[in-house]
């Protein structure tokens, strides 16, 4: 998977940190790694993430803490989740 550059401006990481949201014209990819990754993402997201196994695709939609839908999303599974 090629590296993507994720770093932002000063003045950009300033209005994230204090809550302006960033929408993109284009789709977002983030890539969440460590130990408690799949346990995170697992809560997040409405699909199973552990039954598919490493290298699946995963398509369901991302929940808020309250369980309101937010958008829908595609997970890659990979092995540096596990």
């Not at 993430?49 to 808020?64: C, H, I, R």
Request: glycine share 8%; aromatic share 2%.
């Amino acid at each position: 998977m090629p590296e993507l550059d994720l770093r932002l401006d000063r003045a950009r990481l300033d209005q994230v940190r204090h809550g302006a949201t960033i929408v993109a014209s284009s789709p977002a990819v983030l890539r969440i790694a460590g130990p408690g990754a799949l346990t995170c993402l697992q809560g997040l997201l409405t699909n199973d993430l552990e039954k598919p196994g490493d290298n699946s695709l995963v398509y369901g939609a991302l929940l808020t803490p309250k369980g309101m839908i937010v958008v829908d999303a595609w997970v890659l599974l990979i092995e540096i989740l596990r």
